[in-house]
């Protein structure tokens, strides 16, 4: 099992730069894959980013290119760095942990994920 805690989310104006954490619990970090996820209120979670346990990485279209998605298994920490921020982008920012490897097509499907966190808010102001 693994907990996972975002953080640093907060408000820029629109152009602007963030660079979320999601810090896991637990020794086999490095054999899971991670995913982030967006939500506004109403609407459902999608997918933006993840990480397999082997290091490919996928986006979704909304986001690629100007999100970039790493990992540090020494620091059990997964970082989503976001640059050129749209007002659009704001939304509660989850990370979510899978146990093993994912294939890219499953990565960004929130059903395919066991553990969740908390979420950290980005707000974007045009």
């Known amino acids: 099992q693994v907990q996972l805690v975002e953080s640093g989310g907060g408000s820029v104006q629109s152009g602007g730069s963030l660079r979320l954490s999601c810090a896991a619990s637990?020794?086999?970090?490095?054999?899971?894959?991670i995913g982030w996820f967006r939500q506004d209120p109403g609407k459902e979670r999608e997918g933006v980013a993840a990480?397999?346990?082997?290091?490919?990485?996928s986006f979704s279209d909304s986001v690629r290119g100007r999100f970039t998605i790493s990992r540090d298994n020494a620091k059990n920490t997964v970082y989503l760095q976001m640059i050129l921020l749209k007002p659009e982008d704001t939304a509660m920012y989850y990370c979510?942990?899978?146990?093993?490897?994912?294939?890219?097509?499953?990565?960004?499907?929130?059903?395919?994920?066991?553990?969740w966190g908390q979420g950290t808010q980005v707000t974007v102001s045009s």
């Open positions: 637990g020794d086999t970090f490095s054999t899971y894959s």
């Open positions: 979510a942990a899978k146990p093993g490897r994912l294939a890219w097509w499953a990565r960004l499907l929130t059903n395919n994920y066991n553990y």
């Open positions: 990480i397999s346990s082997d290091g490919s990485t």
